[in-house]
């Protein structure tokens, strides 16, 4: 009787590399004592601190929460039955999720395809504000799942047709991953804009997912637009300390960083000349590709197949690849070769 190895399922943006060798010398050594006793409230979070400081926000305008999706889902459970929320048009999959399981609608502005990039359509993505008067406007960006990004000169024009009840999430998971990004402009638009979120993760640039730690930065009205209370006992020490030790390890993060954006850049160029496959350039850790027909069917045919699974099937013929260490990049790269 032969036994079949598990597939390793890393189709979710992983980073492959790992956390920082402190991070899993965090875990190793965390104090028992800690574990069986409660945190000293919310403001005894070492967390918060530090995000705080780092990024020049006050403690109160920084909620952790367990994953960037937990922030996300606080904020639906906020809305009523008859608000709705703005996205754009390809967007991560749970906000379609979690939104039709309360009810909420979610309403698209467009998204253009110019040859191998994903652009916003800024002007619709007013207009739609204005038709449906969203509670809430979501944006993304590096986006998931075509890896493109608003530019800020954009943000700032969708920012300035924003009324102030409306709270504007960016939603900055794959933050870190993109040269281009001006962190500082951010900090200072987050500074001027009361109801604007930055929401970010540990699960990505950290390489952190299974700790499902995620925060947000929070402009000066957030708290109070969403009547948001920190856990009562408050958060998992283990995974505040494993965070915390993560953001001490910023050498660490550029070098994995600087790979991925290496081996992103790679694996696009050497799809860019297939007949079948079409690549889009993305300033994430993952990498969207359209499919041929027959390549598509190949693929899905293929998929159970391999031993490692980084690539997973979007929408259509759009399949999108996490981009992972040099060896999966490469055989995932000479698989779609295969498929012309
Ligand atoms: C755009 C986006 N936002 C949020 C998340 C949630 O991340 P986590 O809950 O792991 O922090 C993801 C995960 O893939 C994502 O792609």
Redesign the pocket.
Known sequence: MTTQTPQIIHD??ELLQGPAPKCIETLRNFPIEKVFSYPDGYYGSVLVPELAKRYGVAPQQVIISY????L?ETVFKWLRDDDCVLTQQHH?R?YTFALKHLGIPLHTFAMREEGHDFVFDVDDCIAQYKKHKPRLLLL?SPN?PTGNVLALEDFKRILAAVEPHTLVIM?E??WGFDHTYNEQIMLDLLHQTPNLVL?R???KYYGL?GL?M?YALCGTNVVNMLKYQPPFLGFCRVAEAVALAALGEGDYYAGTAQQVIDERGRMVEALKGLAHVHPYNSRANMILVKLTPEADAAMTEALPTFPVVTIRKDHGLYWRISVGTKDVNDAIVAFLKTLG
């Open positions: 979710r943006n994953g960037a999706e937990n996300l991560y749970f993304t998931n939603d998971a794959y929401a993760t540990f699960s997912a499902r995620g």
